[in-house]
């Protein structure tokens, strides 16, 4: 589903980031599938928090920042009834916040390996 313009995409993705920040995410990447084929989305965001709490409090930062700063609401939120893994589809988008253990299993990054991955600082 990919129709937003790059710069609209940077702008997301900025903003998503930032949020993620606000509440201390750890380990965040930056999959980017642009020049790839057949995608479902032109990024995830994967980062982790170290408890159920922090993974809900990820989640809302980045769903109250995306909506104040580009009045963007994501179209679908999973996972939020035990906060392991919240998936957040922005469309071009797609937000995954894990707890460790959880990141440590699936290993997304490595599913995904011929993406361009961006560790983020």
Request: aromatic share 8%.
């Amino acid at each position: 589903m990919k129709v937003k313009e790059q710069a609209d995409i940077k702008d997301l993705l900025d903003t998503i980031i930032e949020g993620i920040l606000l509440k201390k995410g750890q380990e965040i990447v930056n999959l980017d599938f642009a020049k790839l084929e057949n995608t479902v989305s032109s990024n995830f965001i994967i980062c982790q928090g170290n408890s159920n709490i922090q993974v809900e409090a990820i989640t809302q930062s980045v769903k109250k920042l995306v909506k104040e700063e580009l009045n963007e609401n994501p179209l679908h939120i999973e996972g939020l009834e035990n906060a392991h893994w919240i998936l957040m589809d922005y469309g071009d988008v797609f937000v995954h916040i894990f707890q460790k253990e959880f990141r440590d299993f699936y290993k997304l990054e490595e599913l995904w390996a011929d993406a361009k991955i961006e560790k983020i600082d």
